[in-house]
Nanobody
Framework: QVQLVESGGGLAQAGGSLRLSCAASGRTFSNRAMAWFRQAPGEEREFVAAIALSTYYGDSVKERFTISRDNAKNTVYLQMRSLKPEDTAVYYC????????????????????WGQGTQVTVSS
């Protein structure tokens, strides 16, 4: 059974930093696309970042967030800097088992497995 477990969320002040982790188990995703999405209250789920052969970022987080992975730990990270109140959301980790094209790597339908989410709250 595949599980994705996010951690590292919490409360941060505007301008601060947080690092999210997503540990995968049940399958090895070292050569697969993994991503972060987020969902704010009353909003649709939004693409944040993905890592495959390349890295991809949503426009609202470029230059502030960095996605990385540790294949030995089957874990993907999201380093968030210069946080803003509008970054407040539940952050979800996602992993793909099949090949993900560039057309869908930034969309939910590109991913097969999802974590339960971790809350990030940024105060002004």
């Amino acid at each position: 059974q595949v599980q994705l477990v996010e951690s590292g969320g919490g409360l941060a002040q505007a301008g601060g930093s947080l690092r999210l982790s997503c540990a995968a188990s049940g399958r090895t995703f070292s050569n697969r696309a993994m991503a972060w999405f987020r969902q704010a209250p009353g909003e649709e789920r939004e693409f944040v970042a993905a890592i495959a052969l390349s890295t991809y970022y949503g426009d609202s987080v470029k230059e502030r967030f960095t996605i990385s992975r540790d294949n030995a730990k089957n874990t993907v990270y999201l380093q968030m800097r210069s946080l803003k109140p509008e970054d407040t959301a539940v952050y979800y980790c996602a992993a793909a088992w099949g090949t993900v094209s560039r057309l869908v790597v930034t969309t939910e339908r590109g991913y097969d497995y999802w974590g339960q989410g971790t809350q990030v709250t940024v105060s002004s």
